[in-house]
C-alpha cells in the first residue's frame, strides 16, 4: 500500500470548513483512499473513500487531485464533536491484503 | 453508524485468568477482525476470518486464539492472561465481493492485567 503524508494538528473554528490535506504521491492506479476518524478511545469511524472521483456522503467530502497523488477531506460545517485523529489510507483491494495501516495521521481540534 | 458490537467495553483481570472479547456484528458481513492498538499507537491486525471456519493470523503475532462458528460472532480468546497482553483490542467487519472493501469498526475493548 502506497505511503501517505499528513500534518500532525490542525485547528479549526467550529462552524467552519475543515479542510485536511493528504499526499499520496506513490498510489498506484488500483488503490483506493480512505478516510476515517478515531475519536479518544473509541474504534475507528469510517468517513468516505474515493478511487478518482470527487466524493460526498452526510459526513463529508472528498476530493482526490487528476494526477491522484493528493486528496483533502472536507467536513463542511465542523462541530466540537468533529474534534479527532483523522486518518488517510490508501490501500488497494487485492485479495488477501486485508490490514488496514493508519500512519499517525491529522490531530483536529475544533476551537469554540 | 456500523452495527459491530464488543463486550466487555472495559476489562481488569488478573494473571493467569482465560479470557474471551466478544465481537457481533448484525450486518451479514462475512470478514472479520482484530486488531491490538496500544495508547496514541498504530492499529495492528492480529487475526482476521473470510468467513465461517475461516481464521488466519496477522501481521502482529499474538498468543490469543480466535474462532468463527457463526457468520455474525468472531470472539478472541486469551487463554492466561499476562501483564503484557494489556492494550486496546478493536473488532471490524467487512463486506466479501465489494471492491472497495470498507472495514467497519466496533467500540473497543480495553483491556488491563494485572
Known amino acids: 500500500d502506497a505511503k501517505t503524508t499528513q500534518p500532525t494538528s490542525m485547528d479549526c473554528a467550529e462552524g467552519r470548513a475543515a479542510n485536511l490535506p493528504c499526499n499520496h504521491s506513490t498510489i498506484s492506479g488500483n488503490e483506493y483512499v480512505y478516510w476515517y476518524r478515531q475519536i479518544h478511545s473509541q474504534g475507528p469511524q469510517y468517513i468516505i473513500h474515493g478511487l478518482k472521483n470527487n466524493e460526498t456522503n452526510e459526513m463529508a467530502s472528498l476530493i482526490i487531485t487528476e494526477d491522484r497523488k493528493s486528496s483533502t477531506l472536507i467536513l463542511p460545517h465542523a462541530t466540537l464533536r468533529d474534534t479527532a485523529v483523522y486518518y488517510c489510507?490508501?490501500?488497494?483491494?487485492?485479495?488477501?491484503?486485508?490490514?488496514?495501516?493508519f500512519g499517525t495521521g491529522t490531530r483536529l481540534t475544533i476551537i469554540p | 453508524e456500523a452495527d459491530i458490537y464488543q463486550t466487555p467495553r472495559y476489562l481488569v483481570i488478573g494473571t493467569g485468568k482465560k479470557i474471551t472479547l466478544e465481537c457481533s456484528q448484525t450486518?451479514?458481513?462475512?470478514?472479520m477482525y482484530w486488531y491490538q492498538q496500544d495508547p496514541g499507537m498504530e492499529l495492528h491486525l492480529i487475526h482476521y476470518s473470510y468467513g465461517v471456519n475461516s481464521t488466519e493470523k496477522g501481521d502482529l503475532s499474538s498468543e490469543s486464539t480466535v474462532s468463527r462458528i457463526r457468520t455474525e460472532h468472531f470472539p478472541l480468546t486469551l487463554e492466561s492472561a499476562r501483564p503484557s497482553h494489556t492494550s486496546q483490542y478493536l473488532c471490524a467487519s467487512s463486506e466479501v465481493g465489494g471492491l472497495e472493501n470498507i472495514q467497519y469498526f466496533g467500540a473497543g475493548t480495553r483491556l488491563s492485567v494485572l
Open positions: 450486518m451479514g458481513h462475512d470478514k
Open positions: 489510507i490508501v490501500r488497494s483491494t487485492n485479495f488477501g491484503n486485508e490490514k488496514l495501516t
